[in-house]
């Protein structure tokens, strides 16, 4: 039974940081690409960044490129975002997914699996 499980998510001054971790298991993962993406009160859930296990090779969304860097730890199946100089408008519930893909990164469609989501919330 695959399972993903956010952690990391909380409450932080705008301009601060956060890394939310996400720990992969029930499956082997090498050959999958993992993604974060978020979503907003009212609005649609968008792509933050991804990476590809094998390779490593990473894209971010141009909202979070400089502030954000996604990592892996292929030893602990967990991956990482960290966030920084954390903006408002970076307020969401932050999911991670899973997903055997070699294009449509950046659409959550193309992921099969996710984990429940963990609250960020970013005060002015």
């Known amino acids: 039974q695959v399972q993903l499980v956010e952690s990391g998510g909380g409450l932080v001054q705008a301009g601060g940081s956060l890394r939310l971790s996400c720990a992969a298991s029930?499956?082997?993962?090498?050959?999958?690409?993992m993604g974060w993406f978020r979503q907003a009160p009212g609005k649609e859930r968008e792509f933050v960044a991804a990476i590809r296990w094998s390779g490593g090779s990473s894209w971010y969304a141009d909202s979070v490129k400089g502030r954000f860097t996604i990592s892996g730890d292929n030893a602990k199946n967990t991956v990482y975002l960290q966030m920084n100089s954390l903006k408002p408008e970076d307020t969401a519930v932050y999911y991670c997914?899973?997903?055997?893909?070699?294009?449509?990164?950046?659409?959550?469609?193309?992921?099969?699996?996710w984990g429940q989501g963990t609250q960020v919330t970013v005060s002015s």
């Open positions: 997914a899973a997903g055997r893909l070699n294009n449509g990164i950046t659409y959550y469609g193309n992921y099969g699996y």
């Open positions: 029930g499956r082997t993962f090498s050959s999958y690409v």
